[in-house]
């Protein structure tokens, strides 16, 4: 019973663990700020690993260690603080590309003692890899007592150094090419999930319900995968120019019932109301059906995502001049006219929505791609407290006789 019980127990932590690396993991998705990411993970070294004290070496292009983060109570005064690559633990590890566990640090030939801190008694540090590249190290240490760090520690901070490698890639990538990072960390997240679960699932003292709790993870973080390499692909092609658009005879009013007749279920779901205004009647027009279907999906499904129970989405539709012009609007919490301008710019998320919102990013850049590939044009107002309204139109061509 006593093993069972020290089974059980190694599995709740390790459980606890994962959430927590998830949880920092999934931060890479609303922010490409390396610095507050940096320092999450140091702090969650030093607390997973039982150490006083946690930090993030990067290698400088200069073939120098520095210091890009630490936690402890001599975090300040590491600060942009090098460490010579031929005399120090930390380029060891990256020289001989391992990690590196020394109980006794004062006595080890290898370190290198920085005099404005207390004396370092025991380290952990694994290198930082970015495929086979390796970047910086990361370190977990005692500064009061010896400490014996365990397999289960080297794990832990392995995954970590792992993230903080990704971190540190996406903030370095995006300087150059925002499209690459973020493709990067974006589908980073569900694969860790996914390679997280599957080994526990080999634990056998699993239970059923944590086994099936397990599987379902896995289960979506795999769909989600795949959602993301859809959008990815789609979004290239379209930004390529390679999409052909069907041009073929469009009854606007009848795409937008089909469109509601879709999401109703879900918004019934929600507590949440629907209406449909066609303001005038609407001329026939060309394009391609599916992509039309696609833009109002999109719009009616953020409006949900963005909506609270009770809320009411409309979509309404006439014509102006020489356009069609559809709308949908919402009653939710609105959105700041500061973030208004990067709606429709790549992976842009409202902030504080991260946790509630689900979603790539890329939903609203694809409907801008397909609608401005109809000739048409798309746009947002909103006012804080009042909701918000996506607009697009399609120009009124008649098909050919």
Known sequence: MKTKEKSRESLERSIASLEQLISISRRLNSTLEMRPLLQQIVESARELTNADGASILLLESDNTLRFAAASGPDAQLL??????????????????????????????????????????????????????QIIG????VTTKTRHSFTREDIETLETLASIA??????????????????????????????LSYADLLQCS?????????????????????????????????????????????????????????????????????????????????????????????????NAAKYSDPGDTITITARVEGQSIIVAVSDTGPGIPPEQLP?????????????????GTGLGLVIA????????????AESEVGKGSTFYFTLPIVAPAM
């Open 79 to 132: 600060e942009i603080t090098e460490v010579p690559m031929d005399s120090s633990l930390a380029g060891w590890v990256v020289r001989n590309r391992e990690m590196i566990i020394v109980e006794d640090v004062l006595s080890d030939p290898r370190h290198y003692a920085i005099q404005t801190i207390d004396p370092t008694q025991s380290l952990l540090a694994v290198p930082m890899f970015f495929g086979e």
């Open 165 to 194: 490698a990704v971190a540190v890639q996406n903030a370095r990538l995006f300087e150059q090419s925002d499209w690459v990072a973020e493709v990067v960390h974006e589908i980073r997240t569900p694969l860790t999930a996914i």
């Open 137 to 140: 190290v990361l370190e977990s």
């Open 342 to 358: 990067r709606l429709f710019h790549k992976f842009s998320r409202l902030p504080g929505k991260e946790r509630k919102v689900g």
């Open 368 to 379: 801008r791609q397909i609608i401005e590939a109809h000739k048409g044009q798309i746009w």
């Open 205 to 301: 003292d699993l239970d059923e319900t944590t086994r099936l709790q397990f599987l379902a993870i896995i289960q979506q973080e795999t769909q989600r995968v795949n959602n993301l390499a859809t959008q990815f692909l789609d979004l290239a092609r379209l930004e390529s120019g390679r999409v052909r658009m069907a041009k073929v005879p469009l009854n606007v009013a009848d795409m937008i019932a089909r469109a509601a007749n879709i999401i109703r279920p879900t918004l019934q779901d929600s507590g949440q109301h629907l209406e449909i205004r066609i303001l005038t009647e609407l001329p026939q027009t060309l394009g391609d059906d599916q992509r039309i279907h696609q833009v109002l999906l999109n719009l009616l499904s």
